[in-house]
């Protein structure tokens, strides 16, 4: 992009899954979790139901890779950029896939869905008759900020590239 009025970027974030539990509380949590499941099997070792002890490990291998898939899940986000000329949407899935969307921020809408005790469920943004769902993995609240940010943003885009 040049550095003219239109290439002026008004807006541009780049939305993560939330994830609360860091990569060291997790291995906090498998250490405590696995050791709990060791002491708790040793009674049925020796009373001879060796095949429990085998069920509590098998609860320990599940958890992990439990955790490792949401972690891996955590690696998708979305890019939304908006200019004066151009809206665009760039979502990254977990696997590395990447998708585009652009839109001209004059024709497209941004449709808000709203519950009173919970706040905005889901945000899209209509353009032509298509519909694109956005910030999916985030909750209601940071939803709400996104989508304030992002309304000014196309209000602004509206008003067509200033120059000086």
């Known amino acids: 992009m040049g550095d ?4 002026e970027m ?9 994830r609360s539990l860091t ?3 997790f291995w906090l949590l498998m250490l405590v979790f696995g050791a709990s499941m060791f002491v708790s099997s040793i009674p049925f070792v020796v009373l001879g139901a060796w095949p429990v002890a085998g069920f509590m490990g098998l609860d320990v291998v599940l958890l992990y890779v439990a955790f490792q898939v949401s972690f891996r899940s955590a690696r998708a986000y979305e890019d ?3 200019t004066p000329v151009e809206l665009r949407v760039e979502k990254v899935s977990a696997r590395g896939a990447r998708r585009q969307w652009r839109f001209n921020p004059s024709w497209v809408r941004l449709e808000r869905e ?3 005790d919970y706040g905005t469920q889901k945000l899209a943004l209509v353009s032509r008759g298509r519909k694109l769902e956005i910030a999916r993995f985030l909750g209601p609240d940071a ?3 996104f989508a304030d940010g ?3 943003a196309l209000s602004e885009a509206r008003r067509g590239p200033r120059f000086n």
């Open 4 to 7: 003219g009025p239109a290439d």
């Open 23 to 25: 990569q060291r509380g």
């Open 10 to 18: 008004l807006f541009e974030q780049r939305l993560h899954p939330h």
């Open 143 to 145: 939803k709400a900020h």
């Open 80 to 82: 939304v950029c908006v």
């Open 150 to 152: 992002l309304s000014r």
């Open 114 to 116: 709203e519950m009173v």
